[in-house]
């Protein structure tokens, strides 16, 4: 009979047509779809043109690295001076004191080192125990970092916070500034959101106080007023002066960034575990935080991000962080005229953690938001 | 039955009584005595801390000061405050109008079917917003600026505008008759108010008829022409000074001195990476079905654009840009760091350096700032409130 003839056959597929698939629809895709799109991609090739083979030259090709003074550089005016940058770097990340001290120089590489390896498994999606890592990061690590960095124990000898500068510095005063701030910000974030009226204004009245004032005039209010506040006789050094300074703004900002995480709670679950009998900090800890904290986490760490650059203007106080050490070593007489080159330098590890940060929250968010969008 | 009551120290309202009552003691009390502290500390160092040295002849420079007037050794030092804070709203104000256009730009370009286009604008944003404003200020004023901008003689012509190695030399308008001019500013608010009339009783026929017209650009054409025809039957009431290369530096014309112009492009640049991104949000936030239903109820592309994607995303927008304006003056304190006079150089800095008045100095300042904070909170209630979406 005809029936077994008749059986379906499947044929292969037929590939996709070749000018919608490889490089080349991409490209008609995405740069001459049309003829403004044609032109916006001439426009563009033209000014890369322009501005990136000069670029390039100037920073790689006829770079300098060599030599360690700047005779190297002086005769070859053509290219960047990266040998001041090679031979001002421990001054650059770890400050005057440990320049100058090489056998002293392995105290910051631990502490930076410790704090690489606790963050990176952090950072990374499946590592098991998270959250004993980051309990170690907030309540062992600063004990190691003063330890280690401070001295005055285990025969370690003390470098002063006076003495601390470049990288290190801007490091430990961010540092600072986000773990106290953290609780800090928690506290102020419950106490804005507290039945309490007085409570509640007080809260209100820190937060918008300290976020409606620039960080400058706080600095400059922690160096030169914070001495006045106190009965004559306690004193603290300028870097503690700039911390305080720099925890107490930053709180408030912590403090809005969980608020944020706080009002996203669904009322219901503050209901059901009143229902169940907690009482306030029973509640508030085992149910409504774990939940707003995580939520807040990418806002958290974009405040993080802007304090992480804040931390700079402490050089117009008159300390010495990555920034000003790069303006002061390209205006030594040894190296004056090299601006460019330590602006960029500072301005590069500025933006690798910041830029590290701002993609480790993006990423988060992404994680959080499962909204459809328009691309 | 048996009554449970509740023993004193369980009940919450006594509880939550007692908590405040002595959270404020304890503020009150820890405020109190910094501020008797701060007050004897001070006299210890022989400053009384008062008021009067206001009107105190101040002894130093204020080189820039387009506003009011200065004169060493007559200005007092209240004077060298508003001198200050009017220097502070000036770069704000600069700052705010370049980075909203240059913000709106660089988002807009993000959003771009052009992938070179789309990149490069992350590749600004990322750049820019990712690197402290304080080293960019730097940045551009000594090692960019200072370095290579030329002197006077070779200015780098940009129409009226010329840059050189002092700053930017702008032309300015001038009144040269007073009524004339008066009446001519009239005659312009005339038509911004004829224009918003019409735009009202267009809505009006559009809500009732169905009809539209292109409102925004008659109203716009109709203000360009009356305030061009009532220029012209003026009389022309208001010139231009433009600078002119004298022997060494320009003459007339306004000027922003090299670090109002750094600090203003620094800023510029700072705060438009940050308007771009929340531009991008905002176009980004509208969900894919609010096109596809413009689409298939048959709105043409502009109509779609005007009518569902503008309102709806300028309401992400507009939000946090406001913020940004907030920061953007915050952030203009960082002229301190090449040597433009806004108010905390002036005055929390160089003051307070003189007098050690460093209560009422740093008082005042931060007034000043908390006034523009309140200000930007006080706008963005009445702009949320105009534009919340009413829920059941």
């Known amino acids: ?78 290219g960047a001076c990266w040998t001041f940058i090679k031979v001002r770097l421990e001054q650059l990340l770890f400050g005057l004191y440990f320049a100058s001290n090489p056998e002293q120089i392995w105290r910051p590489i631990v502490a930076f080192s410790v704090f690489g390896m606790l963050i990176v498994p952090l950072v990374i999606d499946k590592t098991p125990y998270k959250k004993w890592l980051l309990l170690a990061l907030l309540m062992l690590y600063p004990v190691l970092f003063i330890c280690i960095v401070y001295g005055g124990v285990f025969g370690i000898p003390v470098s002063d916070t006076g003495q601390w500068g470049g990288l290190l510095l801007t490091f430990a005063l961010s540092f600072v500034g986000i773990i106290v701030a953290l609780p800090l910000g928690i506290l102020l974030a419950l106490g804005r959101r507290s039945e309490m009226p007085i409570v509640k204004m007080m809260s209100v009245t820190y937060i918008e106080f300290w976020r409606g004032t620039p960080l400058i005039t706080i600095l400059f209010m922690a160096s030169v007023m914070l001495p006045l506040f106190f009965p004559s006789g306690v004193d603290f050094d300028k870097v503690v002066r700039a911390m305080i300074g720099i925890t107490l703004f930053q709180s408030a900002y912590t403090a809005e960034a969980v608020r944020g995480g706080l009002q996203a709670i669904d009322k219901g679950q503050n209901e059901a575990s009143m229902a169940l009998g907690m009482g306030y900090w029973r509640r508030t800890i085992l149910i409504i935080l774990p939940q707003a904290l995580k939520i807040s986490i990418p806002s958290i760490v974009n405040t993080f991000i802007a304090l992480f650059k804040d931390t700079s203007l402490v050089s117009i106080i008159g300390l010495l962080d990555l920034l000003k050490m790069a303006q002061n070593s390209s205006r030594s007489l040894d190296w004056n005229g090299y601006d460019i080159e330590g602006y960029l330098f500072a301005g590069f590890v500025f933006w690798i953690f910041c830029y590290g940060m701002s993609s480790y929250s993006q990423k988060l968010e992404r994680k959080l938001d499962t909204d459809r969008r328009v691309e | 039955m048996k009554s449970t009551k509740i023993p004193l120290h369980r009940n919450p309202k006594l509880r939550s009584f007692a908590l405040q009552a002595s959270l404020l003691l304890l503020v009150a009390h820890a405020l109190f005595s910094v501020y008797q502290t701060t007050v004897s500390n001070l006299e210890a160092r022989g400053i009384k801390t008062s008021t009067s040295f206001f009107d105190e002849v101040a002894p130093f420079k204020v080189g820039y000061s387009p506003f009011l007037e200065f004169k060493l050794g007559e200005t007092t030092y209240i004077e060298v405050f508003f001198i200050g804070v009017l220097n502070t709203l000036l770069v704000a104000v600069l700052g705010i109008l370049a980075a909203t256009f240059l913000g709106f730009f660089i988002g807009v370009m993000r959003t771009s079917q052009n992938w070179l286009a789309s990149k490069c604008a992350l590749f600004y944003v990322e750049t820019f917003r990712n690197m402290p404003l304080l080293l960019q200020i730097m940045f551009w004023n000594f090692a960019i600026f200072l370095a290579f901008l030329p002197p006077p003689k070779q200015s780098i012509e940009m129409g009226l505008f010329f840059l050189n190695s002092r700053g930017l030399h702008t032309p300015i308008p001038v009144i040269q008759n007073h009524l004339l001019s008066t009446i001519w500013f009239g005659f312009i608010f005339a038509s911004f108010v004829g224009a918003f009339v019409f735009a009202t009783w267009s809505k009006k026929r559009f809500e009732s008829t169905g009809k539209s017209l292109p409102v925004f650009l008659i109203s716009v054409s109709f ?112 002229a301190i760091a090449v040597g433009f006079e806004e108010v905390v150089a002036v005055w929390a800095n160089i003051s307070l350096n003189q007098t050690g008045q460093a209560l009422i100095i740093i008082a005042m300042t931060i007034v000043f700032y908390e006034c523009c904070s309140l200000f930007t909170s006080f706008i963005l209630n009445i702009y949320n409130k105009r534009v919340q979406i009413t829920e059941r």
């Open chain 1, 1 to 78: 009979m005809a029936d077994s003839t008749l059986k379906f056959k499947k044929l292969p597929d037929r590939d996709p047509p070749e000018n919608t698939i490889g490089w080349i629809a991409w490209i008609r895709d995405n740069l001459f779809s049309s003829t403004t799109n044609t032109l916006t991609t001439l426009i563009f090739v033209y000014l890369f043109y322009l501005y990136i083979p000069p670029f390039i030259e100037w920073a790689i090709i006829n770079a300098n690295i060599s030599g360690t003074d700047r005779s190297v550089c002086d005769a070859n005016k053509s």
């Open chain 2, 223 to 334: 203000i360009i022409a009356v305030s061009y025809i009532s220029f012209v039957i003026l009389g022309s009431p208001l010139g231009i000074d433009i600078p002119v290369l004298g022997k060494f530096n320009f003459k007339g014309g306004g000027q922003l001195p090299l670090p109002l112009f750094s600090l203003w492009f620094a800023l510029t640049i700072y705060t438009s990476a940050f308007i771009a991104e929340n531009v991008r949000a905002g176009i980004s936030s509208i969900s894919k079905g609010q096109v596809e239903a413009a689409r298939s109820i048959g709105l043409t592309r502009a109509q779609m654009v005007k009518m569902i994607i503008l309102p709806q995303a300028l309401r992400v927008v507009i939000p946090p840009t406001i913020s940004q304006y907030l920061n953007l003056t915050k952030n203009s304190s960082l």
